[in-house]
């Protein structure tokens, strides 16, 4: 079995996710929970798994019953997209989170003024 330089790639990727969402869920940082954690491990364990073993998208795709090699390529793109909407959401998660902030802060400014 030959290693490929993508595999290296995004399996370091991957870790340093995995561990990045680890790190947030101990440190109690905002807008990481469990089930957050969870996911990420999914989606970026799944990418490791793709991409040290490419054949087991064959498996895969039997399993759901589509035949080819494009599957390594739609697998690889249905979890981007995954991976992408998931920062989104939690990049909006945190944009709320300092609204309502910003917002307590100003009520409460106003409060005292009165």
Known sequence: ??????????????VVMIYSGIESLVRGKSGQTL???????????????????????NILASLVGLQGNINAVILT??????????????????LEQSISELTRKESLEEIKKK
């Open 77 to 94: 793109v249905f979890l981007l997209i995954f991976l992408m909407i998931f920062k989104l959401l939690s990049a909006i998660e945190r």
């Open 1 to 14: 079995m030959t290693i490929h330089i993508y595999q290296i790639i995004v399996v370091g990727i991957s």
């Open 35 to 57: 089930t957050k954690l969870l996911i990420r491990i999914f989606v970026w364990g799944g990418m490791s798994l793709i991409a040290l073993f490419p054949s087991f998208t």
